[in-house]
């Protein structure tokens, strides 16, 4: 499953969407969100999480 947001800040509604898809037995492809707020967080990594901007550069 690929997740897509406009934006992610904390990332706790992907972080329980990626729990969700793992209890349903599919595989999680990674997530895509058009601003990025977690920029540099272990978290982003778990997630696979490509961005078009970080909140930084806006």
Not at 12 to 38: F, K, P, R, Y
Not at 43 to 53: E, G, P, Q
């Amino acid at each position: 499953m690929l997740f897509v947001d406009d934006w992610i800040a904390t990332g706790a509604q992907a972080e329980a969407a990626h729990a969700l898809v793992e209890m349903a037995g599919a595989t999680w492809i990674g997530a895509a969100v058009v601003v990025d707020g977690l920029e540099r967080t272990p978290l982003r990594r778990a997630l696979r999480l490509r961005s078009l901007v970080s909140l930084r550069e806006l």
